[in-house]
């Protein structure tokens, strides 16, 4: 059984900056376990470096062996937690530690952009009842840091209410909460 969360050190933060990781690791996670040759096709990559980006995924304890699965001719891997979370309070509050989490957030948000282009690029291919679910929307508010903690905790609890359904579809909820750019910022103008 998937454990449901880890809060990546520094290292293990680190294992997680390169693009190839993050989508295989999200792969493992929404479509279950996989070989290294499963995971290069689906990636576009070859075997070799998908081996290599595996086993620093297995280092840093993200994934793991799926002992159910295959013979000693294939090697299956699968995640070793559901989700990962991170953020200023998770990491320490060290200049490795911002540095890493920047570039982690870097990749995700990488990530986010090119999922949310090959859904849009897919979006007209889609059964009628799929397109009418697309659903873009940028909604700004006020809002204190508390508030704005609040308000991602209720998102994240309305979503985790969903039990998955087993004739359903993975369906990828982005919800980003940040403050406007360019507002809170160094102010270019004074420096």
Known sequence: MTAHEIVPGVDQLKALTHPVRVRMLGILRVD???????????????????????????????????????????????????FTVTGDGKVPDTADGQETLSAYLQTVVTIYTQQLQAALEERELLPK???????????????????????????NEIVDGFEDDPDGEPVAVQFHTFASPGRLGPDPEKD
């Open 32 to 82: 279950g376990p996989a070989t290294a040759t499963t995971l290069a096709a689906r990636l576009g990559i070859n075997s070799g470096a998908t081996s290599y980006h595996l086993r620093q995924l297995a280092q840093h304890g993200f994934i793991e062996d799926d002992e159910s699965r295959g013979n000693a001719r294939e090697r299956w891997w699968k995640a070793a937690h559901q």
């Open 129 to 155: 009842e799929w397109r009418e679910v697309f659903n873009l929307n940028d909604r700004v508010v006020r809002l204190t840091p508390s508030q704005a903690h609040r308000l991602g905790e209720q998102v």
